[in-house]
Every structure is written in C-alpha cells, then in structure tokens.
C-alpha cells in the first residue's frame, strides 16, 4: 500500500508560488489526449456516404449529447453543447484514462471537482442572463417572495457543493479500493473492479453533466416556458 497517492494534491515540485503536483500533471495529460484525439478525428471530416469508423464515433457521441441537452432543457441544444460536452467529455476522459497504470484520474482530486463545479455555478447565470436579461435573471432569486432571496442563494452555493462532493467522493472511493484490493487479492479482482470503476465514471461523467443542464435550464426558463429556438 506503500505505492497509493492518498493526496494527489500534494506539490511534487516548487518554484516560488508555482506549485506542481499529480493531480495538475494528469490534467494535462487528459486535456492534451482530448485536444490530439479532437485533432486526428477531425482533420479529414467527410460530408459523403463513405465515413471513417472515428467520425462515426465522433457524429454518435456529439448527437447523443445533442439529444440529452434538447430533452432536459426543452430548447435548442446549439449554444449549450460546448460546454456541456466539454464537461462531459472531460470528466470520461479522466475517468477513462484512469485504466492505465500509474494514472491518478484528476477527478479524485477535491480541487479539480470543485472547479467544475465552479464552472457550472459561474455558467448558470452567465447562460441566465444572456437568455432573459440580468433583470428577468435577478427576480427568480425573489421567488415566490422576497423572503425566499436568503434561501435561494444557499440553494445556488449548496448545489454547487454538492456538484463537487458527489464526483469526488464516487471517484476517489473507487481509486482507493481499486489500489487497495490489487494489493490483497488476485489479479483479476482488481481488473473486475476496474471495469467497474470504468462504468462508475462514465455513470458520473454523464450525471454532472445532465445536472450542470438541469441548472442552466431552469435558469434560462425561469420566465420563459416556450423554448427557445436557435441555429444549429
């Protein structure tokens, strides 16, 4: 048990203000496999009948995506596939890459799942306000009386903790456990339990992000019950 990282946060190097640890390290390396896995499946994108098996993939996942988005929010999906797909893919990159040896996926960290959460928080009004106006945005916090702004604020800050809580804790128990049994156990345990771990993470990759969509949705349809129509 000697080999577990119990606090990927701990700086591994120092230079002044600049700390780097695990957890900072293997962002970069989820975000540089999106950004080379981006790159090799769009560079040759074709409009024919005659398509590769990656921009199939690739066309499945970004309607999929689409479709969860239209379903939740009742609108049209254009200006919220960024960044409910970016959040998406993100957190089952993480989680995927979590199969390889040595890979501390970073959403066992607190701090990266408190910054998607934060994320999220700064988002919903963002998404609110450009939606129905700062005004409109400001009186559902006045709802359904003036009394209410106290408690609808701790519901805002609450919903973020709890964002950032229920990833981390379901990440970070399955690391463990995982790191754990490889150490008491047989070999193909621990590989049961990775592939269990695998579908945790896609479980909650898809979880955070229908919850982040269920946020901005009731946002950006809190005066407004007709859906919004937009180009896709």
Known sequence: ?????????????????ININLTLIFTWV??????????LV?????RGMQISRSQNLLEVLVT??????????????????PFVGTLFLFIAMSNLLALIPGFCPPTSSISTTAALATCVFIAVPLYGIGQNGIREYLKQYLQPSVFMLPFNI???L????????????NMMSGSVIGAILLGFVPLFV???????????GMIQAYIFAILAMVYIASATRSHSTQPHSEGE
């Open 154 to 156: 701790i519901g805002e």
């Open 64 to 81: 999929g995506i689409r479709n969860q988005i239209r379903e939740v929010s009742q609108q049209e999906p254009g200006s919220y596939l």
């Open 42 to 46: 769009t560079r040759r994108l074709s």
């Open 30 to 39: 989820t975000m540089a496999v999106l950004t080379l896995g981006a790159w």
């Open 158 to 169: 609450s919903r973020t903790l709890a964002l950032a809580v229920r990833l981390y804790g």
């Open 1 to 17: 048990m000697s080999g577990i990282q119990i606090n990927p946060d701990e700086p591994i190097w120092s230079w002044g203000f």
């Open 190 to 200: 621990p590989v049961i339990m990775q592939l269990f771990g695998l579908l945790t």
